[in-house]
């Protein structure tokens, strides 16, 4: 007996979206149907990654939806859309689909949960660095690598996915590798937005100190939230800095340079609301926060 298809949705073409849709593309099978939700125009997704160029023509559905059933809708849009996107989100979400939420931050669960079983939605945090080229396509310089919770429904999202070119790895402990992604793109991106320029500023010793500062001052957010980090991570994340191509951005310098709003309530802003809950000191992220609230359009 042939098996039913897989019905598969991706909400949200941007950075995250083109590529979660081109790694199903690239998995497809017979079993499988793919479906775009978006607001804005679009006919093709352009990505070079890995130094290979892609053009996925597409079909872009646009609301309203009707009779819609989807299996997997796999949501890629930023913490602050959810509010304008949940009228579409809940003719897309029926009780049984199972919703993978890929976005930077915590608690992503949050906005869809009552749309569908609380069983049925994955979070996920996503390692890919990308950015949009001139042209209105994104480079995608490795691979990406999905983190989620161990369990039946990640097994079962990993399975929608060639192994060879995506991998969804699962954890026991997902909550401190999502402080950790915080932690991280949180000091990253506060600065490189500040400034205005890509990682080529990390040159400067005085740069790489603040970046250290802000990731410390997460780091004791997140354990007093629960979150186990281990001794070392704060010289593999200097490492790592270190290691960036001069040019590469973040998604806060890009949203800034291009006028759109910035994603502190996900990140920096995150760090601050929960370190006050806590009692935990967060001046630098507090600053950031101050600094960037009034920036989000040029």
């Known amino acids: 007996m042939s098996q039913r298809p897989q019905h598969v949705g991706v909400f949200g073409i941007g950075a ?20 775009h939700y978006g607001r804005k125009p679009k006919e093709s997704i352009r990505i070079l990654s890995c130094g290979e160029k892609y053009v996925l023509p597409i079909s872009l559905q646009k609301p309203p939806y009707e009779n819609v059933q989807l299996d997997w809708l796999i949501v890629c849009i930023k913490e602050h859309q959810y509010d304008e996107a949940f009228e579409s989100l ?20 949050d906005p869809v949960l009552g749309l569908t079983q609380e069983a049925n939605i994955l979070e996920c945090q996503i390692d890919c660095p990308c950015q949009p080229l001139a042209d209105g396509s994104y480079e995608s310089f490795r ?12 097994a079962e999202f990993s399975a929608l996915f060639n192994d060879a070119t995506m991998a969804v790895r699962q954890v026991e402990d997902y909550k401190t590798e999502s402080w950790k992604k915080v932690c991280e793109s949180s000091a990253l991106g506060a600065i490189l937005c500040l400034s205005g320029e890509s990682c080529w500023i990390f040159e400067d010793p005085k740069l790489q100190d603040l970046y250290r500062q802000l990731l410390l001052e997460g780091i004791e957010v997140a354990k007093a939230d629960g979150a186990i980090i281990e001794e070392g991570f704060t010289e593999q994340m200097m490492d790592k800095l270190l290691a960036y191509p001069k040019t590469k951005g973040s998604s806060m ?23 006050k809950q806590y009692a935990v000191d967060t001046p630098l992220n507090d600053l950031v926060v101050a600094l960037l609230s009034n920036t989000n359009v040029r």
């Open 16 to 35: 995250i979206g083109s590529i979660i849709s081109l790694q199903l593309h690239l998995s497809a099978t017979t079993s499988m149907t793919l479906n």
């Open 90 to 109: 809940s003719k897309l979400i029926s009780f049984k689909t199972k919703v993978a939420v890929i976005r930077n931050g915590l608690r992503l669960k």
């Open 143 to 154: 691979n990406p690598i999905i983190t989620a919770q161990t369990g039946s429904l990640a």
């Open 253 to 275: 310098l890009t949203d800034r340079l291009n006028g759109n709003q910035i994603e502190l309530g996900a990140k920096n802003k995150i760090i601050s609301d929960i370190g």
